[in-house]
């Protein structure tokens, strides 16, 4: 059993290979959901949040602040997060797709057929989540959530499939993006890739250009050996641009040699 300082070794050790291979912008975040929100008063350095908060808010402070957060189910105000981590029990209304009609489909068919693909956690299975930078962080996290550019996100792809082989699919309807990025990668135990959400986007500061790709932390080390190995092989971040001669400045040349010629 690992203690807290080897935790912290640990996944210290997995932010810096991380970082190495993807020159993120913010932290990788570690997320843990845990049963009894009791729990939390066992983490160090915990920050609880004074008022409530939307759930994509917590990410938020770990990657940018390098904060650990916590988050019972008391605390969270979005409904949507709510019932996709088992928050909350689904009810009727929801089912109906009284969420999105009018806002993201037309008709209730359409947005009952949405609601109906949201994957969700069992009701009641967890009652609090934590949130925090993972080269600092003192529990062991189910998760590793990365917010990065097409780019770097590609590298993640690579070095999932360098073994796998094959292609990686993804499904979206582009909101409650914690339903793919916690609830599906929880249920499926497998990487998963989002865009972030509208909520995400004004209450969490997912950058325009961002994805999301999120880790189970059972393949975190089969996904950096593939990055590694494909580095070694010339794909690599930041991109290697190909240095080639600009035949613009090849004709300009030539023609202020020939003017300082004459």
């Not at 996709?84 to 489909?105: Q, T």
């Not at 986007?201 to 999301?212: F, N, P």
Request: glycine fraction near 8%; hydrophobic fraction near 35%; charged fraction near 25%.
């Amino acid at each position: 059993m690992l203690d807290r300082c080897d935790f912290m070794g640990k996944y210290e050790n997995l932010n810096n290979k991380l970082n190495k291979y993807l020159r993120l912008a913010t932290f990788p975040v570690g997320i843990k959901l845990l049963e009894d929100s009791k729990h939390l008063d066992d983490i160090k350095f915990l920050k609880k949040p004074e008022h409530k908060i939307a759930l994509c808010q917590i990410f938020s402070y770990a990657r940018y602040y390098g904060w650990t957060m916590g988050c019972t189910k008391e605390d969270n105000l979005c409904p949507l997060a709510g019932i996709s981590i088992g928050f909350e029990e689904s009810y009727k209304l929801y089912e109906e797709g009284s969420f999105f009609i009018g806002r993201y489909n037309e008709t209730k068919e359409a947005a009952k057929k949405t609601t109906a693909t949201i994957p969700k956690l069992p009701y009641n299975q967890y009652s609090a989540i934590v949130s925090g930078t993972l080269g600092r962080i003192d529990f062991e996290p189910d998760l590793i959530l990365i917010w990065g550019n097409s780019a770097q996100i590609m590298r993640i792809i690579q070095g999932y499939l360098w073994k796998r082989g094959g292609r990686v699919s993804m499904t979206t309807f582009c909101d409650g993006v914690c339903a793919d990025t916690i609830s599906n990668a929880m249920l499926t135990g497998d990487l998963q890739i989002a865009f972030p959400c509208l909520g995400d986007r004004r209450y969490g500061m997912a950058k325009d250009s961002d994805l999301i790709a999120s880790i189970p932390i059972d393949i975190i080390d089969e996904i950096i050996d593939g990055m590694e190995e494909t580095h070694k092989a010339g794909t690599r971040y930041p991109i290697p641009y190909q240095v080639s001669t600009p035949e613009f400045f090849v004709k300009l040349k030539k023609q202020l040699d020939k003017v300082k010629k004459n």
